[in-house]
């Protein structure tokens, strides 16, 4: 490590951290030099001589007690830059003298600071990295610049009244235990008490007057409880920035927020000591990841919320994730004037079992109730108002039974898939799309009847699921166009196509082994690739006479198994695959079929 250097008679300037830590025993300041940067003899501990060259006229030492120098920046208020690493006791500073950023980084002897009665502020970065317990701050301060505890070694402080402002990262890292904020307080910056391990305790004077506090105030500190005052009503500095307020303090088991008019983003994510927060009926803003991966065991959203999650302009449902992985949540209460429920607002919260839903709500966003696997009951009021459900809404829950109201006529993909525990789903409106994936691997589902208003049964809507029949309606006239609807449907017997159906899409019934009956309707033209691959018990298949043939329709089909053509074989000659149509297929084929003769 450096412990000598001689400067250059030409130094202009000596940049932020220069020497910080090094292991210097003396310096000297030349008379070129202009400008030192924060921190230039931080860590310094051995650094005990500072020199300024004769004329200079910006730096000098001063006598900071009998026997010990510290360097000096002039000026209508004199800064210090650096103290020597053997000044220890209490330091009192005289009239005319402030300490500038980093000042005391490095002085490990010096128990207590005094600040001389008549200065406004204590500057930024003041008592960064010091070693101190104490520090007397004059009733004259006005504001707590960025930085001015910043990993100090703090623990107690008195705050005097008459201080307005305290800035950014002020006691960040610090070691405060606790601390009363005076009431003439109006505004608090960003990173205030973050990561304040010791933190337990920060009280608000009566008669507060704080009106803005920046983001991180608290987050990772170890902060049990707060009540904020009814002057703050935002937690960031509007109401739709992300504050993070308490992110990650996971002592934190008790908060008042007041008169609040907006819950930021992110306020209490991963508080899991947290067990319910009453949200005043003067919120009407709430930002994303409110409550991500918090304890929270019950919460009551009050009426003034029309949604989870607003931006400046409009409630939607792009975002939210407001209780997202609150794991202990079992009680939510939901009152009328809701409108939106926000993108995964409780995506995750495996300890919800029931929830009713407010006539009001129109709009469900995607991952609503994702991964709820003890979420066993929705119900909702009456009139419900519903129209709008997104993707993934209830994909993993523990759905039994639902009925869905009857202003939703299509709805997002994936909607029940891998509800494992749905028995029964009914639309009471007038679904006309059956969307992708919608009851993918819903094992415990044996019956469901497509609506006479279905158009289009979207791709693996019933994949893996328990169906053991179904029909599909005349009007699903778009169904041909999907692949895979029922694949995989081990416990799917009996198929019937109503007359009208035009298609049957690929790989439909692939993997269906019990599936005996199909009734194909008369109108279908068209059977695509792998329809029914691998379906080994059906007997007996009857073609209408107008279906085209695509790929492997039959692949895996044996000699006990009969295929019986209305159509000619000449005319299968024109089949859209004619020569791939029966690959792997050993099944009995019968031409020219004629189903009333049979009768």
């Known amino acids: 490590s450096l412990k000598n250097i001689t400067l250059p008679e030409t130094l202009i300037s000596i940049g932020v951290d220069a020497f910080n830590g090094t292991a210097l025993t003396s310096i000297i300041i030349p008379a070129s030099c202009e400008a030192i940067g924060d921190n230039a003899f931080g860590a310094c501990r051995k650094l005990t001589t500072y020199v300024v060259a004769e004329g200079k006229e910006y730096f000098e030492v001063y006598p900071i007690t009998p026997n010990e120098k510290a360097l000096v920046k002039k000026g209508e208020v004199s800064e210090i830059i650096a103290m020597p690493g053997t000044v220890s006791g209490v330091l009192t500073l005289p009239k005319g003298y402030i300490l500038g950023a980093y000042a005391l980084n490095g002085v490990a002897g010096i128990t207590d600071v005094v600040l001389p009665e008549g200065i406004t502020e204590i500057p930024r970065y003041a008592f960064a990295y010091t ?4 520090v007397t701050i004059p009733s004259s301060v006005t504001t707590i610049s960025q930085g001015a505890f910043w990993r100090s070694s703090i623990e107690t402080l008195v705050i005097p009244e008459g201080v307005t402002y305290i800035g950014d ?29 010791q933190l337990t305790t920060v009280t608000f004077a009566p008669n507060s007057q704080l009106e803005m506090i920046g983001s991180y105030l608290f987050a990772g500190s170890s902060i049990e409880s707060v009540a904020f005052p009814d002057s703050l009503k935002t937690l960031g500095s509007t109401e739709y920035v992300a504050s993070y307020t308490f992110d990650g303090c996971e002592k934190l088991t008790s908060v008042s927020l007041g008169k609040l008019t907006s819950l930021n983003g992110y306020t209490f994510r991963n508080c899991t000591a947290l067990k319910t927060v009453v949200i005043p009926d003067t919120v009407t803003v709430m930002g994303s990841y409110v409550f991500d991966g918090a304890g929270i065991e019950s919460i009551e959203i009050p009426g003034s919320l029309r949604s989870f999650y607003v931006t400046s302009s409009s409630i939607n449902s792009t975002s939210g994730y407001t209780f997202r992985n609150c794991t202990s949540l079992k009680e939510v ?22 929830i009713t839903i407010p006539a009001s709500v129109n709009e469900f966003g995607t991952y609503l109730f994702d991964g709820c696997t003890a979420l066993a009951t929705v119900n909702f009021a009456e009139n419900s108002e519903l129209t709008t459900i997104g993707q993934y809404v209830f994909r993993d829950a523990g759905l039994v039974s639902i009925e869905i109201p009857q202003g939703v006529t299509k709805t997002g993909t994936y909607l029940f898939s891998g509800c494992e525990k749905l028995t029964s789903a009914t639309f009471l409106g007038a679904l006309t799309e059956i969307a992708d994936y919608s009851f993918k691997d819903c094992t415990s589902l044996e019956s469901f009847v497509i609506p006479s208003t279905v158009t289009k049964i979207g791709a693996s809507a019933f994949q893996n699921s328990g169906l053991k029949s179904i029909r599909i309606p005349a009007t699903a006239t778009d169904a041909g166009v999907t692949s895979g609807v029922f694949k995989e449907c081990l416990n799917l017997e009996r198929v019937e196509f109503e007359e009208g159906c035009a298609a049957i899409g690929s790989s439909w019934f692939e993997g269906c082994t019990s599936l005996r009956s199909v009734k194909i309707a008369s109108t279908v033209t068209k059977i695509q690739g792998n ?48 020569n791939l149509w029966d690959k792997d297929c050993n099944a009995k084929i019968i031409w020219d079929y004629k189903p009333e003769e049979a009768e």
């Open 131 to 134: 070693v101190l317990k104490t």
């Open 169 to 197: 990262s002020a006691f960040k890292e610090s070691a405060i235990i606790s601390v009363e904020i005076p009431a003439s307080v109006t505004e608090m910056g960003s990173y205030v008490f973050r990561d304040c391990e």
């Open 333 to 354: 209460i939901l009152h009328e004037g809701l409108e939106c429920m926000n993108y995964g607002a409780f995506q995750g919260c495996t300890a919800l079992e029931s």
């Open 531 to 578: 329809a029914f691959t691998g379906c080994t018990s059906i007997v007996v298949i009857d073609i209408p006479a107008l279906a085209d043939m695509y790929a492997s329709v039959f692949t895996g089909w044996t000699s006990a198994q009969t295929i019986r053509f209305e159509c000619s074989e000449a005319a299968s000659r024109g089949f859209n695959q004619p």
